[in-house]
């Protein structure tokens, strides 16, 4: 198949989770068109069968931002028109589900017939998307896309709920590059972090108030009363002066690292003994699952898609959004007896595996037969 893939093309989920879908597709013989204003944060390497399209803007004083949904319709139409694709696939609905149906009606105009898939990540729907100044369109976009994925259970009813979808939604699930994520030795990555061998909880997100990284620092000052240990901050975003500040305020600071955003951040959780993510909403929680493949448990909320991710009492522990005493009483349970600690480390790269990349694509390959197959009768 040729294959169009929309996306953003930052550190965000949906992004991440776009790129690593195009790589897979491709290094299972399809070719595959990246479509953006950027190249993914994840496409690292050349591939034969991968292809970026670079969206570029027209500068006019009139205009105040740039027209990045004109120009991306225009770049589709191109792309879909030249390189004859099959199908385009877009992710997170907020404005590619749109862009994609304007493509569809300015090709079908030309004969054309390109079916579109729409996967919806989370904030997309459960933020942005809820927003009055988007629902209608994004509403109707949703709708007239030829197929429509979630990433979770969890999304795929929070989209029912919120907004009047009568489009049959497919849930598939995130997935992992097991080649990526996997426990290795950086013992001197270890050493200097926690040099007497204290245990090292982490924390990884966009340090945004729904990550609740604050909660973060409250857990671990409970932890570190009763167990030696180092937590690491690895990401960046509008929440972490706020974060840094607490850590000032209770005396922490010798106990903390911020590391910023990394772009190796399996090195990281290689050396974890607990992720912790307190979130107050989560779509599905990509960060947790990264870290059970990397034999790390999870400490989190029970917000969202998380309780199908990260099982209560087997990869980790959930408690309810804000509850830091019981997600402390939860974190000491794993760390302080090795023996408890290696079961779960097991059990969390056990659960991780049903989500491999390999596991995965094939039902995304499928979802675009069928969708291809469903379509034919429209041309």
């Known amino acids: 198949m040729k294959i169009g893939i ?3 093309p930052t550190y965000g989920g949906s992004g991440v989770i776009a790129t690593e879908l195009g790589k897979g597709l491709a290094m299972r013989g399809h070719k595959v068109h990246f479509i953006t204003y950027a190249p993914p944060a994840r496409l690292e390497h050349f591939h034969e069968n991968i292809v970026y399209n670079e969206v570029r803007f027209a500068d006019y004083p009139l205009f105040d931002y740039p027209p990045y949904e004109t120009a991306l319709a225009s770049k589709l139409v191109d792309v879909v028109k030249y390189e004859k694709l099959d199908i385009l696939h877009v992710h997170y609905a907020v404005p590619h589900a749109s862009v994609a149906y304007m493509a569809k009606k300015i090709l079908i105009s030309e004969g054309i017939y390109i079916p579109t898939v729409t996967t919806l990540h989370g904030t997309d729907i459960t933020l942005v998307g809820k927003n009055p100044v988007y629902e209608p369109v994004v509403t109707f976009a949703i709708n007239k896309s030829d197929g429509v994925t979630a990433v979770s259970e969890s999304l795929k009813k929070d989209t029912y709920e919120n907004f009047n979808i009568q489009k049959d939604i497919k849930v598939i699930y995130n997935f992992i590059d097991f080649d990526r994520f996997k426990k290795t030795n950086k013992e001197h990555f270890k050493k200097a972090i926690a040099p007497n061998g204290e245990k090292i909880l982490i924390h990884v997100s966009n340090f945004r108030k729904v990550k609740r990284v604050e909660d ?16 690491i901050f690895v990401g960046d975003g509008p929440e972490r002066q706020n974060v840094e500040m607490l850590c000032r305020q209770l005396g922490l600071c010798d106990h903390i690292r911020f590391l910023g955003k990394q772009d190796a951040v399996e090195e990281l959780l290689a050396i974890a003994d607990l992720f912790i993510m307190p979130s107050a909403s989560e779509s599905f ?52 007896n090795d023996e408890i600690h290696q079961k779960f480390r097991a059990a969390a790269l056990a659960n991780a595996q049903l989500y491999s990349l390999e596991n995965i694509v094939p039902h995304y390959e499928e979802y675009y037969r069928q969708i291809i197959e469903d379509s034919l009768h429209l041309k």
Request: net charge negative; glycine share 8%; aromatic share 6%.
């Open 6 to 8: 929309v996306c953003y």
């Open 216 to 231: 973060v620092v409250y857990i671990f000052e409970r932890v570190v009363k009763n167990i030696a240990a180092k937590l």
């Open 285 to 336: 929680g990509l960060s947790a699952l990264e870290a059970m493949a990397c034999e790390v448990p999870v400490i989190s909320s029970n917000a969202g898609g998380l309780p199908e991710v990260n099982i209560h009492g087997l990869t980790g522990f959930l408690s309810n959004v804000g509850d830091v005493d019981d997600m402390a009483k939860n974190a000491l349970t794993i760390i302080e």
